[in-house]
C-alpha cells in the first residue's frame, strides 16, 4: 500500500488531475467547490494498471492555505508535482519543492498539466528547461516529466505506467509493532460516531483494541476501519485510514494529535533537532525567534534555542533545541518543518535528534553538540537494528553487511541484542556476526507471531474438523522461504505458541471435538464397519453417511485407514488383516490374492486393494501371482 501526494502553485490543476485519474474530486468542502480552489486537504484513490491500490493526498497550493499543505505531505510515499503548461513555475511551485525535499520524500514526477492550452510547443519546451533548472540538486532533478490534459486525458496512460513503475521500487512500510496515525480530518458520521483519517506508520491497528489520543491521552476503543472506503479488519502501515472511534466525541479529538497504542509513546515539549535554513528565506534565523513547528499533521509554536552558533545565515545547517508551546508526539528520525509565523515564511526543515531531551542546553557546550552528532549517526545497536528491520528475517552475516558495521564491533552489538531481546534468534545455537543463522527484528517477531495466530484461528474456525493447517498452504500465506518457514514454525513451537505436525500446524488449545449430532453419525458409520469389517462401507458410501469433513477427521486420527481411492477400514480391523497376512507370509513365504481373499472371506475388491497398498508400504513385494515379504 502505497500514498502519493500532489504538490504546486494555486489552479494549475492539482485537484482536477486527481479527479480525471479517480473519478473522486478531493475537493470537499462548499467554500472549495465554489471558489474552485483546495483550502483543505482533499483525498482519494485509484487501481494502477499493475493492479496496486494508492492513496492520493491533494493539497492546497495557494499560499494562504499552505499550513493545511503541510499537515498532508508528511505521510506520502511519492509526489506528483504540478506545473500548468500554460504558466511554468510559480512561487508556491518553489516552496512546496523546498518543503518535499526537507522532508526527503525520495520519489515522484513532474506532470506539466493544461497542454491542451497551449499551442506553441517552442513554449512547452522552454517551460520544461525551466523545470528542469529549478530541480537542480533537489530529489526530483531525474524525475520524468509527463505532459498531460486533464480535459482530453492525453498522456495519461503514461503517467499511470511511469506511476506504477516508481511505486514498484518503493518498499512498504516497517511494521514496528507500534502504530501511531497523525489526524489530519475529523468528522462524525450520524449512528457511527467520530471518525478520524490519517496515513498509518510503524504498524497496524485492528478492528476492537484499545487506543489512546496524543498529547490529550484521551482513551478509546477502534469500533471500524476503513481503507478508500472498504471495510477492513486490520489497517496495514502506509495506508490511507480511518478509524471509527468508539467512546469520544468530536470535541475531544483535534487535528494534528495521533492515534496510538496505550503505553507505546509519549508527547514532549522540547525537541533536540537538526536544521538546515533554505537558501532564499528573507532573513537569518537567531537565537530566541518564535517559529512555528510542523510535525507529522501537528503545528504549534515554538522558542529558538541555537546551540554552538550565533546566528544562522540562508543555506546553513545547525543545531537547534525547541520549546514549545503545546506538546506533541514525536520519534526519533521525523521529519519536520519550521515556518515564520508572521510574515508567513517556510525557513527550513530537517530531523528530530532527541525527543527528550533532559534539561536546557548550554548553548556553547561542545559535549552537546558531539552528543547530538553521535545521535544523529545513530549509535552501533540503532544502526545494527535499523539493518535488521530493513531486511526482514535474513542472515546474521546479512544484516552485518547491510549496518556496516566493524567486524568486532558488530559482533558485540549482535550479542547485545540478542542477550537483551531487541533482536530474535530463530536458532537453537548460538549465533555469530560471520554465520548464517537467522535473525529478526524483536517488533517485527511479535508481528508475525500475531499474524500467525490470526491465521491459524481463522483457520480453526472455517475448519474446526481439521487437525490443523497443512504447512503448505501457511508458508504459501506468509510468503517465506521454505528453510526459514521451518525455523520459524519450530521457534514456535518451542515456546509453545503453536503445536507442529510433519504436514500441519495449530494452536496449542485447538481440539478436534465432534458435535453431539455429528457424534451419533460416527457412531452410526463404525457399527456398519463392525457388521463387516473386512467388506465395510467404500469411501464413497462413508461421505454420504457421514460427510466429508467428519471422514476426513477420522482419517487424519488414525479412526479409519484408507488403503485406495475406495477402500478404507477400521484401523482394528486393517491391523488385524496386517498381522494375519504377515503369519501367514511367515509360515509358508508367499500367498496369493486368492488366498488372502479366503483368509477374510471377503471379495476380491477389498483383498486386491489391502494387498496393493501393502506393496505400496514397502512390506510386500509382487512375483507374478504371489506376495512375499519385501528385502
Known amino acids: 500500500m502505497h500514498v502519493i501526494g500532489t504538490a504546486g502553485h494555486v489552479d494549475h490543476g492539482k485537484s482536477t488531475l486527481i479527479a480525471a485519474l479517480t473519478g473522486i474530486h478531493p475537493d470537499r468542502l462548499k467554500e472549495e467547490k465554489e471558489r ?4 483543505d486537504l482533499g483525498f482519494a484513490w485509484l487501481t494502477l494498471p499493475g493492479g496496486e491500490e494508492v492513496g492520493i493526498v491533494d493539497v492546497p497550493g495557494h499560499r494562504d492555505f499552505i499550513e493545511n499543505m503541510l499537515a498532508g505531505v508528511g505521510g506520502i510515499d511519492a509526489v506528483l508535482l504540478v506545473i500548468a503548461a ?3 513555475v510559480m512561487p508556491q511551485t518553489r516552496e512546496h519543492l523546498a518543503i518535499l525535499d526537507l522532508l526527503q520524500i525520495k520519489s515522484g514526477i513532474v506532470v506539466l498539466t493544461k497542454i ?19 530541480l537542480q540538486g533537489t530529489f526530483l532533478q531525474d524525475a520524468p516529466i509527463l505532459r498531460v490534459s486533464s480535459r482530453t486525458k492525453a498522456g495519461f496512460p503514461e503517467l499511470l505506467k511511469q506511476l506504477g513503475q516508481l511505486l514498484q521500487n518503493i518498499a512498504p512500510r516497517l511494521d514496528l509493532g507500534r502504530p501511531r496515525l497523525p489526524i489530519d480530518r475529523i468528522f462524525s458520521i450520524a449512528g457511527f460516531g467520530t471518525v478520524v483519517t490519517g496515513t498509518l506508520t510503524d504498524g497496524n491497528f485492528r478492528v476492537g483494541e484499545e487506543v489512546e489520543i496524543l498529547p490529550s491521552g484521551v482513551k478509546a476503543r477502534i469500533r471500524g476501519l476503513q481503507t478508500h472506503k472498504k471495510n477492513e479488519p486490520t489497517a496495514v502501515p502506509g495506508s490511507r485510514t480511518a478509524i471509527n472511534l468508539a467512546n469520544v466525541d468530536m470535541g475531544q479529538v483535534w487535528r494534528g494529535e495521533v492515534v496510538a497504542r496505550p503505553g507505546h509513546y509519549s508527547s514532549t515539549q522540547r525537541l533536540d533537532v537538526h536544521f538546515r535554513l533554505l537558501p532564499d528565506v528573507s532573513s537569518s534565523l537567531h537565537h530566541h525567534s518564535a517559529v512555528k513547528l510542523f510535525l507529522g499533521a501537528s503545528d504549534t509554536v515554538a522558542n529558538v534555542r541555537l546551540l554552538g552558533a550565533e546566528i544562522l545565515d540562508p543555506g546553513e545547517t545547525g543545531w537547534l533545541q525547541l520549546e514549545l508551546q503545546q506538546p506533541v508526539l514525536a520519534v526519533r528520525g521525523d521529519r519536520y518543518i519550521l515556518r515564520r509565523p508572521s510574515p508567513g515564511e517556510t525557513l527550513g526543515g530537517g530531523v528530530i535528534v532527541d525527543p527528550f531531551p533532559k534539561e536546557r542546553h548550554k548553548r556553547f557546550d561542545e559535549a552537546v553538540v558531539k552528543r547530538l552528532s553521535a545521535l544523529m549517526n545513530g549509535t552501533p545497536t540503532e544502526v545494527f537494528l535499523q539493518a535488521s528491520l530493513a531486511l526482514g528475517l535474513a542472515a546474521a552475516k546479512d544484516v552485518v553487511i547491510r549496518s556496516r558495521l566493524e567486524a568486532r564491533e558488530a559482533q558485540k552489538t549482535l550479542e547485545e541484542l540478542l542477550s537483551s531481546g531487541q533482536l530474535v534468534s530463530l536458532e537453537d545455537q548460538p549465533v555469530g556476526a560471520d554465520g548464517s543463522g537467522v535473525v529478526v527484528a524483536q517488533p517485527q517477531w511479535l508481528v508475525l507471531k ?5 491465521i491459524l484461528g481463522v483457520y480453526h474456525e472455517t475448519y474446526p474438523l481439521r487437525r490443523g493447517i497443512p504447512r503448505e498452504e501457511l508458508k504459501s500465506r506468509l510468503k517465506l522461504p521454505l528453510n526459514i518457514f521451518n525455523l ?3 521457534k514456535l513451537a518451542l515456546q509453545g505458541e503453536l503445536v507442529e505436525g510433519p504436514k500441519w500446524a495449530a494452536l496449542p488449545d485447538h481440539h478436534v471435538r465432534f458435535s453431539p449430532f455429528q457424534q451419533v453419525k ?16 467404500t469411501i464413497k458410501e462413508c461421505k454420504a453417511e457421514v460427510g466429508e469433513d467428519i471422514l ?10 484408507a488403503v485406495s481411492g475406495e477402500v478404507v477400514f477400521r484401523k482394528t480391523d486393517y491391523d488385524l488383516m496386517q498381522e494375519k497376512i504377515l503369519k501367514v507370509l511367515h509360515e509358508k513365504g508367499r500367498i496369493t490374492l486368492a488366498e488372502a481373499r ?16 501393502l506393496d505400496a508400504t514397502g512390506m510386500t513385494v509382487r512375483e507374478g501371482d504371489f506376495r512375499k515379504l519385501k528385502g
Open 450 to 454: 500475531e499474524s500467525i495466530a490470526m
Open 598 to 613: 479366503d483368509l477374510f472371506n471377503t471379495s476380491r475388491r477389498y483383498t486386491q486393494a489391502l494387498l496393493e497398498h
Open 36 to 39: 474552485e480552489m483546495t483550502i
Open 488 to 490: 520459524v514454525v519450530h
Open 522 to 537: 460416527v457412531e452410526r458409520l463404525m457399527e456398519m464397519f463392525a457388521a463387516a469389517p473386512f467388506a465395510p462401507p
Open 552 to 561: 476426513n477427521t477420522l482419517l487424519e486420527f488414525g479412526d479409519l485407514v
Open 86 to 88: 500554460d504558466e511554468g
Open 116 to 134: 491542451d492550452v497551449v499551442d506553441d510547443p517552442e513554449w512547452l519546451e522552454l517551460t520544461e528547461t525551466e523545470i528542469r533548472k529549478i
